[in-house]
């Protein structure tokens, strides 16, 4: 029988390039679709990335970035010697941990309940109530936190007075205030969440459960068994996004709901970046803390994302 032989490097190079110039002039319609996408991402996302050499110099506007003092690392020092950005980097890993043990599951949660409702018209109201909540701006939503909880005269308070109990202060007791952050999360995110884990479970074989309930199954086995299996994949490429969002605080919730009297718990890194860069235009030195923050970000992606190909066999890449 006759060797094949395996074709040289430059050859199979020169394949790929065919191959490539061959879908290109066959599908071109299809790259011209992506155009849009690529410029956007290439204007709005890696266009500014220019401006990251900032945070290696002792930025003044009137002297752009080409007349401004190149200082090294300085701000990077200063930043991790700073003792206000310590308290606010732990403020942002806790409640970012927060989130992550009760926001994260919670769309898989409600997607679970959601699947189980056999009443379709039910099911469509229950979801439509459940997506709202994305759509209303943080500032509507912390206004009607703030009122919701208002000592004075909001339900909460009400029913503790009538209870024979003393109101609280929630939005200015240290002690309430991350978990209203994690609270108000949830209620604004939970829907909208659940639509991508409700499109995996609309895949799952209908057979499968049918041949569940001839094995005897009740609804909670179908669930483990059948329902959350599905769910995995797309469970662990979420964590795997999620986890790079640990440094990446919603600002928009906390700034309409910080207030002086829960900066010790509350501050954290946007709103101090904010403070710092907008107030007191320190630009080189908050660029020089969002540089770490993506950092930081970046390596947990990836970290979390090699853990997961290491355990199982889904991931990002």
Known sequence: MKAVKAPTPAAASAGRRKGFIYNLTTYKEYYLMLVPGILFFLIFCYGPMYGLLIAFQD????????????????????????????????NTLIISVYKLIFNFP????????????????????????????????WVVVAGIVIEFLSPSRGPVNIILQRMGLETIFFVADPKWFRGILVVSDIWKSIGWGSIVYLAAVTGVDPQLYEAAEIDGAGRIQKIVHVTFPALVPIVTVMF?????????????????????????????????????????????????????????SFALVMLTNFLARKTSDYALW
């Open 59 to 90: 930025y003044y506007p009137l002297k752009g970035i080409s007349g401004s003092t190149w200082v090294g690392f300085k701000h990077f020092q200063a930043l991790l010697t700073d003792p206000f950005f310590k308290t606010v980097l732990g």
């Open 106 to 137: 919670a769309p898989i949660l409600l997607c679970l309940i959601l699947n189980e409702i056999k009443a379709v018209r039910f099911k469509k109201i229950a979801q439509s109530i459940s997506y709202l909540p994305h759509f209303v701006s």
């Open 240 to 296: 795997i996004m999620e986890s790079g969002k640990i440094l990446n605080d919603s600002f928009q919730q906390v700034f309409n709901l910080l207030n002086p009297s829960v900066y010790s718990v509350g501050d954290v890194i946007s709103t101090f970046v904010y403070r710092m860069g907008i107030q007191k235009m320190q630009y080189s030195f908050t660029t020089a803390v969002d540089l770490f923050k993506n950092v930081i």
